[in-house]
């Protein structure tokens, strides 16, 4: 009996001296900035939560995406978006051998971008931006955030100025937009326009200096009742004063397309790179018909065929 307490002893010390003395860390993210890139750029990614252990390895479902990790990964790593990816929502995933992240979302876009730049919080401290197309990465980073971009319209320009944030991104805030003149009236406000994300729509009836400011409240309402924020509370703040596609009608597609609307001008119907269909929209009014959230890889793209072509929606296609 004594010797079996000792053998099993034995074997005890031996699986404990043989255990690894560190475990590898698996990828463990909750959001990554900017959480979105133009075609044709390579970009500096920054984690929030940690990217584990190396060697690691990256998936996405836009397979032409790459990304190039440092030899000891801490919070960065760069990813590459080439010139020929498609326009739109795509899902990233990091992981080594230990284990994955979550489905990180992704925006692929067609405007300019920028980081946001801390402090922006007051009209005095915003953060100048172009208003002909770009697109501002950024983040409520913590409670009472407020971010502010100063813009210059002519009279009669159409400002469009949406935030992708908790609809696509999975952000966990509910977003409102202003849009503050010189004199520091509010002119426009919006707060939810494809759930909880505004979009504002502004035509200037003078010519010059106007501020967008962002702020939010949780998306899950708590007791708080005030401005909050939080490193996960990230966006995507598109501005244009050109055509913007906000919705597609009708929203999934069976055979040939008849018809489909726009809020403005023409644009660009496409079936896939190689396969396409052109069409001319014709002009709608506003009507609030959100843009599908299906992530497919067989699905229907409209971008607009005006200045940069810079802006595109997509449905899912029913075979
Ligand atoms: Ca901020
Ligand atoms: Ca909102």
């Known amino acids: 009996m004594?010797?079996?307490?000792?053998?099993?002893?034995?074997?005890?010390?031996?699986?404990?001296?043989s255990a690894p003395q560190s475990l590898a860390e698996t990828p463990e993210i909750t959001a990554i900035s900017p959480a979105g890139g133009?075609?044709?750029?390579?970009i500096e990614v920054t984690v929030q939560g940690k990217l584990g252990t190396a060697p690691l390895r990256f998936w996405s479902n836009q397979p032409e995406l790459t990304a190039m990790f440092p030899e000891k990964p801490e919070k960065t790593f760069s990813l590459t978006i080439p010139e020929q990816t498609s326009p739109g929502p795509v899902l990233l995933r990091l992981a080594n051998a230990d284990g994955a992240s979550r489905l990180l979302p992704f925006v692929v876009g067609k405007l300019p971008e920028v980081q946001e730049a801390e402090p922006n919080e007051a009209l005095e401290k915003s953060q100048t931006i172009a208003t002909d197309g770009c697109v501002v990465n950024g983040a409520l980073g913590k409670n009472g955030d407020v971010d502010t971009f100063a813009i210059d319209l002519e009279a009669g320009q159409t400002l469009v100025a949406a935030v992708t944030a908790q609809q696509i991104l999975g952000s966990p805030m509910d977003g409102v937009l202003q849009l503050v003149a010189s004199d520091g009236y509010v002119v426009a406000q919006n707060d939810d326009d494809h759930a909880n994300d505004p979009l504002l729509i502004y035509v200037a009836k003078k010519a010059g200096r106007y501020y967008l400011r962002l702020f939010g409240f949780p998306a899950t309402p708590n007791s708080s009742i005030r401005f909050s924020g939080g490193a996960d509370w990230i966006y995507r703040?598109?501005?244009?004063?050109?055509?913007?596609?906000?919705?597609?009608?009708?929203v999934a597609l069976h055979g040939p397309?008849?018809?489909?609307?726009?809020?403005?001008?023409a644009g660009i119907f496409q079936s896939s790179p190689s396969r396409s269909r052109h069409l001319k929209t014709e002009k709608h009014s506003f009507t609030s018909i959100p843009c599908p959230r299906t992530l497919s890889h067989s699905r229907l793209r409209i971008t607009r065929s005006y200045r940069n072509l810079s802006?595109?929606?997509?449905?899912?296609?029913?075979?």
Request: glycine share 4%; hydrophobic share 40%.
């Open 2 to 17: 004594s010797r079996t307490i000792s053998l099993q002893a034995a074997l005890l010390l031996w699986l404990i001296s």
């Open 38 to 42: 133009q075609q044709g750029r390579t």
């Open 237 to 250: 703040l598109t501005v244009s004063t050109g055509p913007y596609v906000d919705h597609l009608q009708p």
């Open 257 to 265: 397309a008849r018809s489909l609307f726009t809020n403005q001008s």
């Open 311 to 319: 802006q595109s929606r997509s449905l899912p296609r029913v075979a």
